[in-house]
């Protein structure tokens, strides 16, 4: 029984002082750091907290007095960017030694775009950048004003002549599910006429989490993908998430080299790009992976893109108005919705970029040291080495939210991103697409599909908040990306006359 208290005892001792160690990595590179928990480290915090909020309890406490500050996510040293030149170094200057994100092995879907690292990451990126340019998204334009009349159509039905309550963000999300469909697939999803369509489920499915699957999820993230490197069998989305994606692309693929069907659409543009590889393509599997991220990444960002801004519009009266009358005479001149009438509404434009500098989409960006990475120090002091793997965190919604950088940064202002006005602020204080090389692939399309959308509502609706309803949207803690917890519910009223 001594032997056996001596040898817990002993366990004990050395699992504390293990930990203690893990947990001073930063301290004893002379990196500040917010106290952990001796057990957990900062996990312990997201129990509670979003990992925005930790992000902004870092930037809040060391932001002016160092470059870079510490945090930990179970075992594992993260580096929180403090200093917006050392943010410009890392995701464009110096790129070449942060190539890559940390990324999710262990499922057929995680062979996408955003995740790939390396020069898989690079040739792919390389293959499929045509395919984002402002002459491809043309093409695509008069489908999306496809639904958009759709879109319009469904909210005569349920605002009818009086007006009415709705809640917006599933609205959104089945316009931008149904626009998707239609881009990436050439498929009706239906989901504006009906709520329970399969695409509709599929997203549904894909963002709905409780606290426990979110910390599972962080633990995944975290170490079981290098696990599955080692070909243990770790999957980061259900099976039926994977078959179905599969099954469709399969689907999309055979009908449309058996009819020699052409939509110009995202799935044309892929096939096309399979062909002229000349059997080094993509495979099957590999395009079942780009749709899937395409899917995910455009209607649920899109989507609550929109809900923001229209909480944010019918919070700011005066600025819904201004916008409602920009789209009225770009209309009044072009007489209908063309890709160059949406081009001369440059407050529409703002709208959209002052929403997701208030609601982006990811709280952080994030990169991997590729080697050890020197930051000088301000003071001519010993310079910080980031270790080759660390985990380096770009605070996204910090910097958003600075008022050192946006003046009054809860108050919603259009006129923050007006040309003069960001000459005025660092080149990197606007991270709503990321930026560098690696930002955003789809950033000409999701912005294509909120303009449209937002035009074809604004003209014929005027949006309020309803009488005691909160000035302030909550947001989800069980996600990665930031979504609204309790929907956005709105007093949707038709306006006096129609914007033509």
């Given at each position: 029984?001594?032997?056996?208290?001596?040898?817990?005892?002993?366990?004990?001792?050395?699992?504390?002082?293990?930990?203690?160690?893990?947990?001073?990595?930063?301290?004893?590179?002379?990196?500040?750091?917010?106290?952990?928990?001796?057990?957990?480290?900062?996990?312990?915090?997201?129990?509670?907290?979003?990992?925005?909020?930790?992000?902004?309890?870092?930037y809040d406490a060391f932001k002016g007095s160092a470059r870079v500050a510490g945090t930990y996510v179970f075992l594992r040293p993260m580096a929180v960017v403090l200093d917006m030149d050392l943010?410009?170094?890392?995701?464009?200057?110096?790129?070449?030694?942060?190539?890559?994100?940390?990324?999710?092995?262990?499922?057929?879907?995680?062979?996408?775009?955003?995740?790939?690292?390396?020069?898989?990451?690079?040739?792919?990126?390389?293959?499929?950048?045509?395919?984002?340019?402002?002459?491809?998204?043309?093409?695509?334009?008069?489908?999306?004003?496809?639904?958009?009349?759709?879109?319009?159509?469904?909210?005569?039905?349920?605002?009818?002549?009086?007006?009415?309550?709705?809640?917006?963000?599933?609205?959104?999300?089945?316009?931008?599910?149904?626009?998707?469909?239609?881009?990436?697939?050439?498929?009706?999803?239906?989901?504006?006429?009906?709520?329970?369509?399969?695409?509709?489920?599929?997203?549904?499915?894909?963002?709905?989490?409780?606290?426990?699957?979110?910390?599972?999820?962080?633990?995944?993230?975290?170490?079981?993908?290098?696990?599955?490197?080692?070909?243990?069998?770790?999957?980061?989305?259900?099976?039926?998430?994977?078959?179905?994606?599969?099954?469709?692309?399969?689907?999309?693929?055979?009908?449309?080299?058996?009819?020699?069907?052409?939509?110009?659409?995202?799935?044309?543009?892929?096939?096309?790009?399979?062909?002229?590889?000349?059997?080094?393509?993509?495979?099957?599997?590999?395009?079942?992976?780009?749709?899937?991220?395409?899917?995910?990444?455009?209607?649920?960002?899109?989507?609550?893109?929109?809900?923001?801004?229209?909480?944010?519009?019918?919070?700011?009266?005066?600025?819904?108005?201004?916008?409602?009358?920009?789209?009225?005479?770009?209309?009044?001149?072009?007489?209908?919705?063309?890709?160059?009438?949406?081009?001369?509404?440059?407050?529409?434009?703002?709208?959209?970029?002052?929403?997701?500098?208030?609601?982006?989409?990811?709280?952080?960006?994030?990169?991997?040291?590729?080697?050890?990475?020197?930051?000088?120090?301000?003071?001519?002091?010993?310079?910080?080495?980031?270790?080759?793997?660390?985990?380096?965190?770009?605070?996204?919604?910090?910097?958003?939210?600075?008022?050192?950088?946006?003046?009054?940064?809860?108050?919603?202002?259009?006129?923050?991103?007006?040309?003069?006005?960001?000459?005025?602020?660092?080149?990197?204080?606007?991270?709503?697409?990321?930026?560098?090389?690696?930002?955003?692939?789809?950033?000409?399309?999701?912005?294509?599909?909120?303009?449209?959308?937002?035009?074809?509502?604004?003209?014929?609706?005027?949006?309020?908040?309803?009488?005691?309803?909160?000035?302030?949207?909550?947001?989800?803690?069980?996600?990665?990306?930031?979504?609204?917890?309790?929907?956005?519910?709105?007093?949707?009223?038709?306006?006096?006359?129609?914007?033509?």
């Amino acid at each position: 029984m001594d032997l056996l208290m001596l040898l817990l005892t002993s366990l004990l001792s050395f699992l504390l002082g293990y930990l203690r160690y893990r947990f001073s990595y930063w301290e004893l590179r002379g990196v500040p750091q917010l106290r952990p928990h001796f057990l957990f480290g900062h996990f312990f915090k997201l129990r509670s907290l979003h990992l925005s909020e930790l992000l902004q309890e870092t930037y809040d406490a060391f932001k002016g007095s160092a470059r870079v500050a510490g945090t930990y996510v179970f075992l594992r040293p993260m580096a929180v960017v403090l200093d917006m030149d050392l943010v410009k170094s890392v995701i464009i200057r110096d790129f070449g030694q942060f190539v890559d994100r940390r990324s999710f092995h262990g499922d057929l879907l995680t062979a996408n775009l955003f995740n790939l690292q390396g020069e898989e990451w690079r040739a792919l990126r390389t293959k499929l950048s045509p395919t984002f340019t402002s002459g491809k998204m043309k093409y695509m334009f008069g489908t999306i004003t496809q639904v958009a009349q759709q879109l319009e159509e469904t909210f005569e039905e349920l605002v009818g002549s009086q007006g009415s309550i709705l809640e917006l963000h599933d609205l959104m999300a089945r316009y931008t599910t149904d626009v998707i469909g239609r881009c990436a697939f050439g498929t009706e999803c239906n989901s504006l006429k009906d709520p329970q369509a399969e695409f509709r489920e599929v997203g549904r499915r894909l963002f709905r989490n409780n606290n426990k699957s979110i910390r599972w999820r962080i633990f995944k993230m975290t170490y079981l993908s290098s696990l599955a490197k080692l070909g243990l069998p770790i999957r980061i989305f259900h099976p039926d998430i994977t078959d179905f994606f599969l099954r469709i692309v399969r689907e999309t693929v055979e009908l449309r080299e058996r009819e020699h069907i052409r939509r110009n659409d995202f799935m044309d543009l892929l096939l096309d790009l399979r062909r002229q590889e000349k059997g080094r393509g993509l495979t099957m599997e590999q395009l079942a992976a780009q749709v899937f991220v395409f899917f995910v990444a455009g209607f649920e960002t899109s989507s609550s893109n929109m809900s923001y801004a229209l909480f944010e519009l019918a919070k700011n009266q005066a600025v819904q108005q201004k916008l409602r009358l920009e789209i009225s005479d770009v209309m009044a001149r072009h007489r209908e919705l063309t890709y160059e009438a949406m081009l001369e509404m440059p407050y529409l434009d703002q709208t959209i970029t002052e929403t997701l500098r208030k609601y982006p989409a990811l709280s952080s960006l994030t990169r991997l040291a590729s080697e050890d990475y020197e930051i000088p120090s301000r003071d001519g002091g010993d310079p910080v080495v980031l270790e080759k793997g660390t985990t380096v965190h770009i605070p996204v919604l910090a910097i958003h939210y600075d008022p050192a950088i946006y003046p009054e940064p809860y108050e919603f202002r259009p006129e923050r991103f007006a040309p003069a006005a960001c000459q005025q602020r660092h080149p990197t204080a606007f991270l709503g697409f990321g930026d560098g090389p690696r930002n955003c692939i789809g950033l000409r399309f999701g912005r294509m599909q909120v303009k449209v959308g937002l035009i074809a509502l604004l003209r014929r609706f005027r949006f309020s908040l309803p009488p005691g309803s909160p000035t302030q949207l909550a947001v989800t803690k069980t996600n990665v990306i930031l979504l609204p917890s309790g929907g956005v519910r709105l007093q949707v009223d038709p306006v006096e006359s129609r914007l033509m």
